[in-house]
């Protein structure tokens, strides 16, 4: 079973610049969750995707936007870069249950640590 | 809304000593309660659950009871061990999936 992989790690970007972050699924989940975890502090829920299409979103500005693709991978992307950008970016992927409810992201990736300068 | 409450840390014990870290929330509806776990470099663990009032999740000796009268999951460990060094997080699941965590509570434990 393949866990969730996010790509790059690290990266270093300058204010104002525009980013993309990457993530696989795991096997078998249709559903992708985005996090931002600023230093010290606990994730905070930025959307999800569910069959290529925004299904939800936290308390983001529209220049964080993202896509799903129909291998159920997904991107981060993140226009007119901010210092408080700087966090690391966690994706998390789940599956929708028999009854249609959405189960809980279970397992995440371990993240791209942006730093923007 | 809906929000999570942890314990400040850090907290630091000797190996072999009983953990508590204190957890709360604030939410509508029966939400699922969770503790994920964070080691250095990495990205979250699940490393218990429960679903439903009175249930209690388990885990590599790490256990939680979802107390509804209290609305608390406090998380306890019998006997700590150095490889238990980490962040813990608190976090509940309302509706759709989406997790709301709580602060995180970093644990240091000394041999």
């Known amino acids: 079973e393949t866990g969730v992989t996010q790509s790059p790690t690290h990266l270093i970007k300058t204010r104002g610049q525009q980013v993309t972050l990457r993530c696989s699924s795991q096997?078998?989940?249709?559903?992708v969750s985005w996090y931002q975890q600023a230093l010290g502090q606990g994730p905070q829920f930025i959307f999800q995707?569910?069959?290529?299409?925004?299904?939800g979103r936290g308390n983001f500005p529209p220049r964080f936007s993202g896509l799903q693709f129909p291998n159920y991978s997904s991107e981060l992307n993140v226009n007119a870069l901010e210092l408080d950008d700087s966090a690391l970016y966690l994706c998390?992927?789940?599956?929708?249950?028999?009854?249609?409810?959405?189960?809980?992201?279970?397992?995440f990736g371990n993240g791209t640590r942006l730093t923007v300068t | 809304g809906n929000s999570v409450t942890q314990m400040e840390g850090p907290v630091t014990l000797s190996e072999e000593a009983f953990l508590t870290i204190n957890c709360t929330y604030t939410?509508?509806?029966?939400?699922?309660l969770f503790w994920y776990v964070q080691y250095p470099g990495e990205g979250l663990q699940l490393l218990l659950k429960?679903?439903?009032?009175?249930d209690k999740g388990s885990n590599k000796g790490f256990e939680a009871t979802y107390r509804k009268e209290t609305t608390s999951f406090h998380l306890e460990k019998g006997s700590v061990q150095v490889s238990d060094s980490a962040v813990y997080f608190c976090?509940?699941?309302?509706?759709?999936?989406?997790?709301?965590f709580g602060q995180g509570t970093e644990l240091s434990v000394k041999p």
């Open positions: 998390a992927s789940s599956s929708v249950l028999v009854d249609g409810t959405f189960n809980s992201p279970l397992h």
């Open positions: 096997s078998g989940h249709n559903t």
């Open positions: 995707y569910y069959r290529e299409e925004e299904n």
């Open positions: 939410a509508t509806g029966y939400p699922s």
């Open positions: 429960a679903t439903k009032a009175d």
């Open positions: 976090a509940l699941n309302n509706q759709g999936g989406k997790l709301i």
